[in-house]
């Protein structure tokens, strides 16, 4: 599967199967952040093998986000580090309209309807918007929005307003896509549809995802591959191969192979979690 | 709200309600009967109280001297209208285009905008003198004051509202690879058109008082003549003439401002 996206997706020299480990699509290595005083990432190393789906899971404030807007293209790393895309070594900057960056709020605009919500980074593209909203109808099943072109972002509901992101983010067609926690705000049953819906569209479009999350049972239910990083400065703490096979029910959240999973990453995550606390109360005595 | 309002629209449609009527009508119907009213509670209180013309003339007077001289009033309510709308027009899209400068050069804002601010403190008559000095008695000389006191309230707003623009929906916009013209034109511009909105409102009122102020200066027609020439003659009958026919103006003006904006910004009343 993997090697039909690689050639798919990027031209990369000799034949996939030769090597064992597919080349990744994106590479960072040492890659720091710091925000004056503060440091936000340091020395974090991950990549992302294309048609991969990679969770990223952590203490809240570790730099999740950071890392995000990094590889989004919408900062650049402290020098020093590396950061290469599809086998070249590149500046964050490069990176922007190459990734598809879907944030944790949908931002829709109010002013436009679901098709033309959805159509906006095509049209930033320079694609007619006939052409781009024909593209879009036919999207418009898939992402549970049919009879709901025309509806304005305020008379959805919060998970058709996600869709409706996701769509966005979908139809801007990139080697790799960015979700940051785009199931946060909503409640837990539509939050469950939603996360089987994605798997199903995921296969079905064979895109690569990296996918932040502070939820566990998200992490594991989702990825092909779990890194839960440490409390700020952020690094990659532990990276935690997920190998239940696809496609997942949701009756697998139950399964002895995934709770022993999630003791593993839960007992990585609290450690780093209780540092984070640590730090903030010695924080909170020293000023 | 979406759903509730269809919903009233079906039932009127369908005919579900026997007095049911499409909810513009209705509007108008009810505005109106406010407006006969008054009117009735105008003329008859002049009467009942007896109340000197000097202060306030019956209703129907005034209405048969304006119909007793047409030509006059019409002549000078289109000349004001003129007037007040190219000062309203040059003004406004002066003034959106000075707060998109200000909003994308920091150094210009830093720059001009302190003189913008200067410019406000003079005194609309002692800017008037000058610009009578410059432009003669012409219509132009009018439609400058207008504008005068149009673009500053525009310029002000229109940089308001750019910088509510959302920092993360900015951020999404550059990770599609967009342009700054493009963040304009898609995201900063239609997000500050609520504000903008506000602004010209104002201006549209604004915009009257400065054609009427600049025609104190000296013309011919014009509704701020009439008022003039009527104060000189203390023809009370006549001030209220003038008056009515520039609220008449003013309120249309407004409500055509307000329709176009009911119509653009349709989002921002059911958010």
Redesign the interface.
Known sequence: MQAAIQTKDMPIAGSPEATAKPSPLLELRAVTKTYGPVAALSGLEASVAPGEFVTVVGPSGCGKSTLF?IV???EEPDAGGILRFEGNSCHAADL??????M?Q?D?L???RNVVDNAI??L???GMPRAQARAKALKMLPEFGLTGFEK??P??LSGGMRQRVALMRTFL?ERGLMLLDEPFGALDALTRAMMQRWLLDVWQKYRRTILFITHDVDEAIFLGDRVLVMTARPGSVKLEQVVDLPRPRRPEIVTAPEFVRLKRTLLDAIEEESMKSFQSAVAQEKAT | ??ATTSLVKDKAATGLRPAGRPAWLRKTARLLFGLAVTALIWESAVQLFVIRPVYLPRLSTILMAIAATPGAYVNGFLRTSAETLIGFATGSAFGVLTGIAFFRVRALREMIFPIFVVSQTIPVIAFGALVVLWFGNTLLAKAVIAFYLTFFPVTVNTLLGLETV?P??V????????SSG?LLL??QL?TA?PQIFVALRLASSLSLVGAIVGEWFGDTTGLGVLLLQAMFTENVVAIWGALLAAALLGTGFYAVVAAAERRLV???A??
């Open positions: 807007n989004a293209g919408l922007l309209g190459r990734v598809s960056f944030p709020r931002l605009l109010p002013w906006l980074a049209e930033v593209e509806q304005y305020h008379q801007f | 709200m979406g959302d993360k929906q951020a999404l916009m550059r990770s599609f690879g967009a493009q898609r995201l239609p058109l349709f989002w921002s059911e958010q």
